[in-house]
């Protein structure tokens, strides 16, 4: 039996991602900081552990009969464009130090695969109008903030390991991704699950509040599409970057409209000053394809299966309040 660890496993991706293992027949250690919020681990094993701190890396890794097949290292201080454009700082030490540590001792544990999980905002910022972008045309890089600064850092660090002690590593590069079970409130939320609590939470008619001018381009990822991504770039042989994302592009009100429709309740839009990120962000996913990923979850799919589950948090809250 294949045995992976999974770094962040109390979070969003790293949530779901132990349950795609599972099914896939691995044995699974799952590690973050915190116990998942929204649902019991799948792993066979949950050790809550700190890995800014490299004791607690070696700790994650120390395994009978290791070392680890794979190791997903998606733990990072993260969120929406709120606490990327507020927490710069902790952003660039907390996740640098998990990365730093993290692929040292996956390196020098003998791992045999290493995934990283790097982010769509290694890209500049663009206009709506233009070409999407290869992996490579992330340079001259220009990440348009430092959470993208810090995971191009990340994505070198782990192919300079990769190649000084021969461990098989991959990284994608994600699309924004949503979907149950991930944060919907508290600051670190992303756009799709902030606007599906407004939305749940407004009155009928009623007005949401949204950051921007509502035109900015974006494109969304469902949870299981990208789950599968991660699990297909991990066992192919792509060692370069690789972006993971759909090819359906929405502006932010058009987001809002999609999940007024499936909500069944339309609203009216707000506009407010607000940290909105790059006006666009557009890049190619042909190396993904190539491997036979396809997306299966149109946006209105996705959130027809995410609206449900964020109303339902949402509304227990006020219930409790
Ligand atoms: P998330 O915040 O739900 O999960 C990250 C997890 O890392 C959290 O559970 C957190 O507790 C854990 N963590 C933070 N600091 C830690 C530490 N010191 N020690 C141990 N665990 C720690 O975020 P997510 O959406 O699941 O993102 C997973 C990865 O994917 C991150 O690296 C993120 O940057 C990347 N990513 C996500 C998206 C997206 O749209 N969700 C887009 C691009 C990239």
Redesign the pocket.
Known sequence: MKKALV??A?????GHLVKKLKNEGYWVRG????EHEFCESAADEFVV????EPANCERALLVDEGPFDEVYQ??????GMGFIHSAECEIMR??A??NVHMVHYAATSGAKRYFF?????VYRDMTTDEPELSEEEAYPAMPDNE?GWE?LYAERMAMAYGRKFGMEVRIAR?????GPE??WTGG?E?APAALSRKISLADEPGTIEVWGDGTAMRAYTFIEDMVAGIYMLMQSDHAEPTNIGRREYVSVDELVQTIAEVAGKPVNIEHIDGPVGVKARNFLNDKIHELGWESKFSLKDGMSRTYPWVKAQAEAQKNAE
């Open positions: 770094c962040g109390g979070g969003f991706i790293g590690v973050d900081i915190k552990l700190d890995l800014r998606l733990a990072a201080d993260m969120g907390n996740s130090l998990v999980s790097s982010s769509a905002c959470y995971k994600f699309q924004n991704c949503y991930g944060t670190r992303k």
